[in-house]
């Protein structure tokens, strides 16, 4: 949440009024809280499987470069090739993204916002249960 305070302080500086004012602006918190709770479990296995702190962010941010790399995070989809483009559309960063931009903007529909919780939902329930029977099992 810092880091997402900062950024907006950032833009708004530089210029940046989302269209959705302050409601799209808690939306889109909100959001970032779900998604940045599903993803946490990732860590947190990770956290339990493997002894060293660098190697669970290592391993972490191997799983997420790839993914957000391969986004429309920073470049638009149009102008990739079909083949990345299939990758990218699917993508639950780019999805994620898609549903930030809208909820900010005032343009999100519920099916985009319903695709970006897909992921972080699942994740959240494959490895809670995964953490506690690992945690546990200690």
Same mark, same amino acid.
């Given at each position: 949440?810092?880091?997402?305070?900062?950024?907006?302080?950032?833009?708004?500086?530089?210029?940046?009024? %989302?269209?959705?004012?302050?409601?799209?602006?808690?939306?889109? &918190?909100?959001?970032?809280?779900?998604?940045?709770?599903?993803? +946490?479990?990732? &860590?947190?296995? #990770?956290?339990?499987?493997?002894?060293? %702190? !660098? !190697?669970?962010? !290592?391993?972490?941010? !191997? &799983?997420?470069?790839?993914?957000?790399? $391969?986004?429309?995070?920073?470049?638009?989809?149009?102008?990739?090739?079909?083949?990345?483009?299939?990758?990218?559309?699917?993508? %639950?960063?780019?999805?994620?993204?898609?549903?930030?931009?809208? #909820?900010?903007? +005032?343009?999100?529909?519920?099916?985009?916002?319903? #695709?970006?919780?897909?992921?972080?939902?699942?994740?959240? $329930?494959?490895?809670?249960?995964?953490?506690?029977?690992?945690?546990?099992?200690?």
């Amino acid at each position: 949440m810092i880091a997402a305070s900062i950024i907006l302080t950032i833009g708004l500086i530089l210029g940046y009024r %989302p269209e959705a004012g302050i409601p799209g602006v808690l939306a889109a &918190f909100a959001m970032l809280i779900a998604i940045g709770f599903g993803m +946490g479990w990732v &860590f947190i296995v #990770l956290g339990l499987l493997i002894r060293t %702190p !660098t !190697t669970v962010m !290592t391993l972490g941010f !191997t &799983f997420l470069f790839p993914l957000v790399f $391969a986004s429309n995070i920073m470049v638009d989809p149009g102008t990739m090739p079909d083949w990345l483009r299939a990758f990218v559309e699917v993508n %639950p960063v780019s999805l994620m993204t898609t549903a930030l931009r809208g #909820l900010m903007g +005032g343009g999100a529909t519920l099916s985009q916002v319903v #695709l970006a919780l897909i992921a972080p939902v699942a994740l959240t $329930a494959i490895l809670a249960p995964t953490t506690l029977w690992l945690y546990l099992r200690r």
